[in-house]
């Protein structure tokens, strides 16, 4: 089954509002990916974090990476029409040999002007 | 570009017909992926190629079965043992599958419905 948690399934917030998805794996992964699916769209890759506690930020977008390697969050701050979408986390859980990428189960946006 | 290549966009079926989804990349990639997304379930995996030749069952294979017979093309084929294949499916590639620093190239999806 699914391994890798995420919420809310969805938030609707008005535009200039902060959001939060957060990610939670049931085990420790060697690194967290992030992505972004408009509507009607195809997942596009965000940004990896790789070390406990690593927080980077792209713009708006802060994304951090749990202490333990279990949990992550995206931020995002002020939203704009434009963040409308589904945002997906994704983690590896070892960092030898082949380890498949396992996909939350999403938090959809949606922003009203 | 470089890329990943689905076809088609749009796929109806009629039950207890196979359908065949294409996936080609041009991007050199070793490894490949197919996803499916249902609403409220995120990406589930169904099949994955780390090399030609070679494949391995995902999450939720059964009903489904791919070949790997050139580097840039991985189809798969939605039998009519799947159940309820009505979903949205999205293929996948990674540079290499052994590193786990790689992030995933997406194709567009193909939307299959069973009518």
């Known amino acids: 089954g699914q391994q890798v948690m995420q919420i809310p399934q969805y938030q609707h917030v008005q535009e200039g509002e902060d959001f939060t998805t957060y990610c939670n794996s049931s085990?420790?992964?060697?690194?967290i990916q992030w992505y972004k699916q408009r509507p009607g769209g195809h997942p596009v890759f965000l940004i990896q974090?790789?070390?406990?506690?690593e927080v980077k930020k792209q713009k708006r977008l802060t994304f951090q990476f749990g202490e333990a390697k279990k949990n992550s969050s995206l931020h995002i701050t002020a939203t704009q029409t434009t963040d409308v979408g589904t945002y997906f986390c994704?983690?590896?859980?070892?960092?030898?040999?082949?380890?498949?990428?396992?996909f939350g189960t999403g938090t959809r946006l949606l922003v009203s002007p | 570009d470089g890329g990943i290549t689905q076809s088609p966009k749009y796929l109806f079926r009629k039950e207890g017909q196979n359908v065949t989804l294409s996936c080609e990349q041009n991007?050199?990639?070793?490894?490949m992926y197919w996803y499916r997304q249902d609403p409220g379930q995120g990406l589930r995996l169904i099949y994955y190629?780390?090399?030609?030749?070679?494949?391995q069952k995902g999450d939720i294979a059964e009903g489904y079965s791919v070949s790997r017979e050139k580097k840039e093309s991985f189809p798969l084929t939605v039998t009519s043992a799947q159940k309820n294949p009505t979903a949205f499916y999205l293929c996948a590639s990674t540079s290499t599958p052994w590193s786990f620093n790689t992030e995933a190239f997406f194709g567009q999806g193909t939307r299959l419905t069973v009518v």
């Open positions: 190629s780390q090399i030609v030749n070679d494949f």
């Open positions: 991007l050199n990639h070793d490894a």
């Open positions: 974090l790789v070390k406990s506690g």
């Open positions: 994704a983690g590896r859980r070892g960092n030898t040999g082949f380890q498949k990428l396992v």
């Open positions: 085990t420790t992964l060697s690194n």
